[in-house]
């Protein structure tokens, strides 16, 4: 199998980087020749550092994120008093470095999808024409359950839906062995990751400031401004000044840190579900001057826990009244309900149909192939296939509800095909891409393991995007699940200026 790593042309046969003596700083000839054009000075500079200077900036790294709290709650994961677990995500100090003529494309695709991707969340609650033209089948809408009927005609300002998408890119070779971009997956409803990719940018010029200064990278600092645009710029009609507040389900959830993280970067609120209320279908915050009218509210709460009077009952997280405020035009949803039709793993293969369907254009960036459960053709292949393939629940998350063939023991495959037996519209299954790989700082060194991307995706009155994302990287030797809560860690990403 074909291997593409982002740093070397081509990897030293042993896996492992061989620097020289005590230091790191003695990448020999012959390694330096094969490093990629965009990452030359880089690698220049990496081999003049001291192996002990970089454990050093990695410990200090390390005690800086704990000291400010930037923690992953991991469900299911008990400590040893049987309490719940916070770990540090990980941070490598190698960059992942992307040439400008690559992101360049890579945006475009990026905006072309997620463009698409809302006129199809407008179109099924609306018109539904992509299922009258036979594009998509009506029962993998309307049966679908991320599909919400109460979104039936409800006006969204520029018929945006998803205003905050995480899109998770990866490259792998293709026949000629050259890296090619793979959208492997859309995050519509409510993505995460952004906070770290903010973090791991201000740490990185923290520790290496003299990098900055010698290369030019595009940046990212900037999100929080974008993000309070493009929320501000969604409120319904006749807010010309509109309140923006994040909504959280609170210091419990795994990504809490992000939440109080980004309310504190826009200069906003931060609320539960028990601080608003709505009255006369409008959405108020309790203050401690009084109610506030509140306009726009950036979710960070799932669907299902949004309103106790029209979804689960038993939700303490939402706010009742919520959704006949919405549906009353009289507060705008960030992302919108319903977003989950869209973003769901049995709508996947039909994007790049999507695409051409409503803006008439070829996809810039390809779907990995995809075999869907549901067709009869494709549930022969993958169960005669299950230990070659990754296989993966439609509505599964977070590196949960999946099969790594390759990596997976007999009696696992076993039990995952009696789960696909059972219900085999609730799966799909891909190839297993090899991933590009990127020089990491593990204990033993410097050593190529797998990684993604996560660009966010900003739609409001523009579509726009800052020029990076969340580079997630499999710190276990040969893993291909980047997943924070599988043990995944993190990257600065670094989109090189022209």
């Excluded at 205003?163 to 959208?183: F, L, T």
């Excluded at 950036?298 to 405020?325: C, H, N």
Aim: aromatic share 10%; charged share 25%; with cysteine.
């Amino acid at each position: 199998m074909h291997k593409f790593d982002e740093m070397f042309e081509r990897l030293p046969e042993s896996g492992n980087f061989q620097f020289q003596s005590q230091s790191m700083g003695g990448m020999n000839q012959s390694q330096m020749q094969g490093v990629r054009e965009h990452y030359r000075d880089y690698a220049q500079w990496l081999a003049r550092q001291p192996e002990e200077s970089m454990r050093a900036r990695r410990e200090e790294a390390e005690m800086i994120f704990r000291r400010v709290g930037i923690t992953f709650a991991v469900y299911g994961a008990k400590d040893e008093d049987g309490a719940g677990t916070e770990r540090l995500i990980p941070f490598d100090l190698i960059p992942r470095i992307i040439p400008a003529h690559e992101w360049a494309s890579m945006e475009k695709g990026l905006v072309q999808r997620v463009t698409a991707l809302n006129r199809f969340l407008h179109d099924v609650y609306h018109d539904q024409e992509i299922i009258q033209a036979g594009i998509v089948p009506a029962e993998q809408i309307l049966n679908n359950s991320q599909f919400r009927k109460e979104m039936m005609g409800v006006y969204t300002p520029h018929h945006v839906y998803s205003h905050i998408a995480g899109v998770d890119i990866v490259r792998a070779p293709n026949a000629q062995g050259e890296g090619e971009y793979y959208v492997l997956e859309d995050n519509l409803r409510v993505p995460s990751g952004v906070s770290y990719m903010l973090e791991d940018r201000k740490m990185m010029m923290r520790l290496f400031p003299d990098l900055f200064s010698s290369h030019r990278v595009a940046p990212v600092m900037h999100y929080p401004d974008l993000l309070l645009e493009t929320l501000r710029a969604s409120a319904q009609p006749g807010a010309p000044d509109p309140t923006v507040v994040v909504l959280t389900p609170g210091m419990y959830n795994s990504a809490y840190f992000e939440h109080a993280f980004l309310a504190q970067q826009m200069g906003i609120e931060l609320v539960e579900g028990q601080d608003l209320f709505v009255k006369d279908r409008y959405v108020y915050m309790r203050t401690t001057r009084g109610p506030k009218r509140v306009d726009v509210i950036y979710r960070r709460v799932d669907d299902d826990f949004l309103d106790p009077k029209v979804f689960r009952p038993t939700s303490t997280l939402g706010t009742e009244g919520l959704v006949d405020a919405y549906r009353a035009g009289n507060v705008t949803i960030c992302n919108a309900i319903g977003t989950g039709i869209a973003d769901d793993k049995s709508i996947y293969p039909f994007v790049p149909k999507m695409i051409e369907f409503y803006l008439g254009e070829k996809p810039i960036l390809k779907n990995v192939p995809t075999f869907v459960g549901r067709e009869k053709d494709d549930l022969k292949y993958m169960m005669a296939n299950l230990k070659d393939l990754v296989v993966k629940e439609v509505h599964g998350a977070g590196g949960y509800g999946m099969l790594v063939g390759p990596a997976s023991t007999t009696a696992e495959i076993e039990d995952f095909r009696k789960a696909i037996e059972a219900n085999p519209s609730g799966y799909i299954a891909q190839p297993t891409l090899s991933l590009s790989s990127c020089p990491t700082f593990v204990e033993s060194g410097i050593a190529p393991r797998h990684i993604d991307l996560r660009p966010f995706v900003l739609s409001g009155k523009d579509v726009q995007m800052v020029p990076g994302g969340l580079t997630r990287v499999a710190l276990k030797e040969g893993s291909l699940v980047v997943n924070s809560s599988q043990g995944g860690g993190t990257k600065d990403t670094w989109i090189m200026e022209v």
